[in-house]
């Protein structure tokens, strides 16, 4: 799996989580609801730290909690 494509599956497992529309999240962000889109599509190879930064304020949870992932066994 890609980078742009791992990110793109915690953000939606975040928002699935906190019951948030990929429509919530563009209006919490101030990103445009097709960047929101494009995000969540895996349209791009990576995404930027501080575009993370924001999608983690708008969900409610610190940066370093984005990237802890939960080991399955």
Sequence with gaps: MKLG???A?????LM???????EELAE???LPLQTVEEIL???YDAIGLHTIFVICR?????LK??????VQA
């Design 5 to 7: 494509q791992d990110i």
């Design 28 to 30: 919490r962000t101030h």
């Design 65 to 70: 909690d984005f990237f802890q992932v939960p």
């Design 41 to 43: 599509g895996c349209a």
């Design 9 to 13: 599956a915690r953000i939606n497992e």
């Design 16 to 22: 699935q989580e906190k019951g948030v529309t990929k």
């Design 58 to 62: 708008a969900l409610d949870i610190f």
